[in-house]
């Protein structure tokens, strides 16, 4: 299919980030050189930092089992050409209970319904692995249902973030459909062909070791200025950015038995006690766990240990194996970050697939802006 002189084709495509949370998703799709012309989420914390690291976000506080298609394009402001998101994952998890009453596994469901509404040239879902096991694999195939013949369907398959550069090992179930009239075909060998070696746990957060405290601001973050003692790598330098500044990199203050405990932990073992792990510096970090909100108990998730010392590893290292850059701040409080970098979905990972996505597109007209 021809592509479209640059001058007769819009810059961007529009979408629309559902259950955007903290902006993993969204921030994969400005890399990927999309405009996130709509945000929604209804959990008000997950979202607290949300248009201070999007500036010119539309983000809207609702929840998406009361909107319809066209609440959606009136809130973009016109015409939508991808919705993504990742429904909440906790009614499919394979460690939770993954309750067949839990009420957020209807809105996967929802997810979908939405798209059938705009009918969007493609969509991305994003979820755990837990989605497809047999006894969630009926509640899936409904949902898809909705879909099948509008488009056209890559997956449910599993992509890990580690293998599109990520120096987290954080596997999950994706699904990509599109519209053969408006996108070039394409496969889910075509996604994985935009994958990238690994980065490990030194590359990620080794120059954070000599960072140095800036005080704290009015609002409750934490500042810190980078070290000359540590060389970045190439992936830290990437996530560094032009600022000199970031937030997020406060020690948890641990009673000496604990610190104790935890110096004993070699690098790939696991505390006794805590269940904690220590990172190995030559490897990737486990998948990064969320912990629940205050309306599920406010149980906080079993952080990983540092490489070489003797502690939990920081808000700032989490976003780092995450793959958010240091200009991303997430919330005064660590449980709460922690909260929204474990529920999110990789940039990395983010960026790569939309961006395979992305030039797929790009032969058509894309939406009037």
Same mark, same amino acid.
């Given at each position: 299919?021809?592509? @479209?002189?640059?001058?007769?084709? $819009? =810059?961007?495509?529009?979408?629309?980030? @559902?259950?955007?949370?903290?902006?993993?998703?969204?921030?994969?799709?400005?890399?990927?050189?999309?405009?996130?012309?709509?945000?929604?989420?209804?959990?008000?914390?997950?979202?607290?930092?949300?248009?201070?690291?999007?500036?010119?976000?539309?983000?809207?506080?609702?929840?998406?089992?009361?909107?319809?298609?066209?609440?959606?394009?009136?809130?973009?402001?016109?015409?939508?050409?991808? &919705?993504? *998101?990742?429904? $909440?994952?906790?009614?499919?998890?394979? &460690?939770?209970?993954?309750?067949?009453?839990?009420?957020?596994?209807? @809105?996967?469901?929802?997810?979908?319904?939405?798209?059938?509404?705009?009918?969007?040239?493609?969509?991305?879902? !994003?979820?755990?692995?837990?989605?497809?096991?047999?006894?969630? %694999?009926?509640?899936? !195939?409904?949902?898809?249902?909705?879909?099948?013949?509008?488009?056209?369907?890559?997956?449910? #398959?599993?992509?890990?973030?580690?293998?599109?550069?990520?120096? #987290?090992?954080?596997?999950?179930?994706?699904?990509?459909?599109?519209?053969?009239?408006?996108?070039?075909?394409?496969?889910?060998?075509?996604?994985?062909?935009?994958?990238?070696?690994?980065?490990?746990?030194?590359?990620? &957060?080794? /120059?954070?070791?000599?960072?140095?405290?800036?005080?704290?601001?009015?609002?409750?973050?934490?500042?810190? %200025?980078?070290?000359?003692?540590?060389?970045?790598?190439?992936?830290?330098?990437?996530?560094? *950015?032009?600022?000199?500044?970031?937030?997020?990199?406060?020690?948890?203050?641990?009673?000496?038995?604990?610190?104790?405990?935890?110096?004993?932990?070699?690098?790939?073992? %696991? /505390?006794?006690?805590?269940?904690?792990?220590?990172?190995?510096?030559? =490897?990737?970090?486990?998948?990064?766990?969320?912990?629940? *909100?205050? /309306?599920?108990?406010?149980?906080?998730?079993?952080?990983?240990?540092?490489?070489?010392? $003797?502690?939990?590893? #920081?808000?700032?290292?989490?976003?780092?194996?995450?793959?958010?850059?240091?200009?991303?701040?997430?919330?005064?409080?660590?449980?709460?970050?922690?909260?929204? &970098?474990?529920?999110?979905?990789?940039?990395?990972?983010?960026?790569?697939?939309?961006?395979?996505?992305?030039?797929?597109?790009?032969?058509?007209?894309?939406?009037?802006?």
């Amino acid at each position: 299919m021809p592509k @479209l002189p640059t001058s007769e084709r $819009p =810059k961007q495509m529009r979408v629309v980030d @559902l259950f955007c949370g903290c902006g993993g998703l969204s921030l994969g799709a400005h890399m990927a050189g999309m405009e996130v012309a709509l945000s929604v989420d209804r959990d008000g914390v997950l979202t607290s930092s949300y248009e201070a690291n999007f500036p010119r976000a539309h983000l809207l506080q609702a929840d998406v089992a009361t909107l319809s298609g066209s609440d959606l394009l009136r809130y973009a402001g016109g015409s939508i050409d991808g &919705i993504i *998101g990742g429904p $909440p994952c906790q009614g499919f998890s394979e &460690i939770g209970l993954a309750a067949p009453d839990d009420p957020r596994r209807a @809105l996967l469901g929802h997810f979908f319904r939405l798209v059938s509404e705009v009918r969007p040239r493609f969509f991305l879902m !994003e979820n755990v692995r837990g989605l497809v096991f047999e006894k969630n %694999r009926s509640e899936l !195939e409904a949902a898809l249902a909705r879909v099948r013949e509008q488009y056209t369907l890559l997956g449910p #398959t599993k992509l890990d973030a580690a293998a599109f550069g990520a120096a #987290t090992t954080r596997p999950r179930v994706f699904v990509v459909g599109y519209d053969h009239q408006f996108m070039d075909p394409f496969s889910i060998d075509d996604v994985r062909a935009f994958g990238r070696p690994p980065a490990n746990v030194l590359d990620a &957060i080794g /120059d954070l070791q000599d960072a140095v405290t800036d005080g704290v601001c009015f609002n409750g973050f934490d500042w810190w %200025r980078y070290s000359s003692h540590v060389p970045p790598s190439l992936y830290a330098r990437r996530l560094r *950015g032009t600022r000199r500044l970031f937030t997020g990199h406060r020690r948890v203050p641990h009673a000496p038995a604990i610190v104790e405990r935890f110096a004993a932990v070699p690098p790939g073992g %696991r /505390d006794r006690i805590g269940r904690h792990i220590r990172l190995d510096w030559n =490897k990737q970090c486990p998948t990064l766990r969320a912990g629940t *909100g205050p /309306d599920r108990g406010s149980f906080q998730a079993v952080r990983p240990l540092h490489p070489s010392e $003797p502690r939990v590893i #920081t808000v700032r290292e989490a976003a780092r194996l995450q793959g958010f850059p240091d200009r991303f701040q997430f919330h005064p409080t660590a449980w709460h970050s922690f909260r929204m &970098i474990g529920n999110s979905v990789s940039p990395i990972i983010a960026e790569r697939v939309l961006k395979a996505i992305r030039l797929r597109a790009e032969a058509v007209p894309l939406a009037a802006e």
